[in-house]
Each structure stands twice: as C-alpha cells, then as structure tokens.
C-alpha cells in the first residue's frame, strides 16, 4: 500500500526556518517525481515545488523561489522541503505527492499533510 | 503564468448530472486532471489526461477538453461527490491549479 506521511510542522516566528519530511513507503520511491503542494486556510490548493526521481531536476513557484528547497534521499525513501524566510502568508497544511512516473506531472497519492503556522 | 478559472460553486440535484468547467487559454493544448477534496481530507485524483479515469473511481466522473474549457462531470450526482474540485495543468515547469470549485448536491 502506497503511503506518504508528512512530519516537521508546527508553529514558527515570521523571518524562521522549517525542514518539513515525507516518508514515503509501498513503491519504489526512486522512480518517481514527488511534489509539495500548500492550502492556506480556507483556501484553494497551491503547489509549491516538485523534484524528478533521480533528485537531478526541482521546480519551484515563484511565491517559494529562493525561500524553499526541495531534496530527496532516494535511499531513505524520503522527501524533504527546506523553508527559510517564512511569511503569515506562508501558513498552511503542505501535502506532498506522488507523481504517477518521473515526470506526468499530476499526483495520483497524497500525504494527509502537515500543518505550518507562521506568527509571532 | 498560465491560469485557469473555475466557477466558485456549482450546485446540482440529487441523481442529476453537474457539470465543473476549468477555463484556460487553449487548454486543449495542456493534459487536464481533476482533483475532489472533501473537508479534513487530501485532495483525490479523480481524471487525469483529460478524461482519463483512476481505478477505483466511479464512472459517473467522466472529463472533456476543448478549445479553451475543460469539463468534469459527474452524473447521478450522490450526496457523497458534495466536495471541492481543482483542475490542475503542467505549463512551462511549473504545476498550476484552478481556484476550485464547491459542488453543493441538494
């Protein structure tokens, strides 16, 4: 059974730093593109950053470039989003996901998320 | 950056078919998948490619791709399909979602 399971949320100041992880089981995780996508209270769904299977390729949306890294090690099974310069608007339960191959680009299992509050 | 719009809500009666449509410039041009997110919950994969259905979901969820609009539709609508609805395209390396829409079943 494939499953995601997101850990590292939690509260942290404005201008702080957050390393969320997804630990991935029930499929071989090197194989495939993984994906973290962000919805703000109430809100609708954003994505935030993906990386391909080998690691070698990441993208970003341009609200996290620079602020946010996605990595991954293959031989942990984990993905792991790194985010620095946190905003209030940067508050939201993040999701990370599985591509359906290394590069389709939608996500057919998701984590249950994880929380980030960012405020003083 | 591309965009998609999507109407904020849509409202279909019990056993009827509703139609969510995610509106793009030349989106039959991109693949479109179409995620349902219920309250509490992650989103779910309901179409992909278009029109493309994953195991496990219902053929009542079927989806078209034309010109500048990309249809879901859901017929015999249930109480159980009331949730949220994103279209989602991948354009110049970058995931984009639609606002979403909320079905209300009645």
């Known amino acids: 059974e494939v499953q995601l399971v997101e850990s590292g949320g939690g509260l942290v100041q404005p201008g702080g730093s957050l390393r969320l992880s997804c630990a991935a089981s029930g499929f071989s995780f090197s194989n495939y593109a993984v994906t973290w996508v962000r919805q703000a209270p109430g809100k609708g769904l954003e994505w935030i950053s993906a990386?391909?299977?080998?690691?070698?390729?990441?993208y970003y949306a341009d609200s996290v470039k620079g602020r946010f890294t996605i990595s991954r090690d293959n031989s942990k099974d984990t993905l792991s989003l790194q985010m620095h310069s946190l905003r209030a608007e940067d508050t939201a339960v993040y999701y990370c996901a599985k591509d359906v191959s290394d590069s389709e680009w939608f996500w057919h299992y998701w984590g249950q998320g994880t929380l980030v509050t960012v405020s003083s | 950056s591309y965009e998609m719009t999507q109407p904020l809500s849509v409202s279909v009666a019990l056993g009827q078919t509703a139609n969510i449509i995610c509106g793009g410039n030349s989106i039959v041009t991109k693949n479109v998948h179409w995620y349902q997110q219920k309250p509490g919950q992650a989103p779910v994969l309901v179409i992909y490619?278009?029109?493309k259905r994953p195991s496990g979901v219902p053929e009542r969820f079927s989806g078209s791709n034309s010109g500048n609009t990309a249809t879901l539709t859901i017929s015999r609508a249930q109480a159980g399909d009331e949730a949220d609805y994103y279209c989602?395209?991948?354009?110049?390396?970058?995931?984009?979602f639609g606002g979403g829409t909320k079905l209300t079943v009645l």
């Open positions: 490619r278009d029109s």
């Open positions: 989602q395209v991948w354009d110049s390396s970058t995931a984009v």
């Open positions: 990386i391909s299977a080998s690691g070698g390729t990441t």
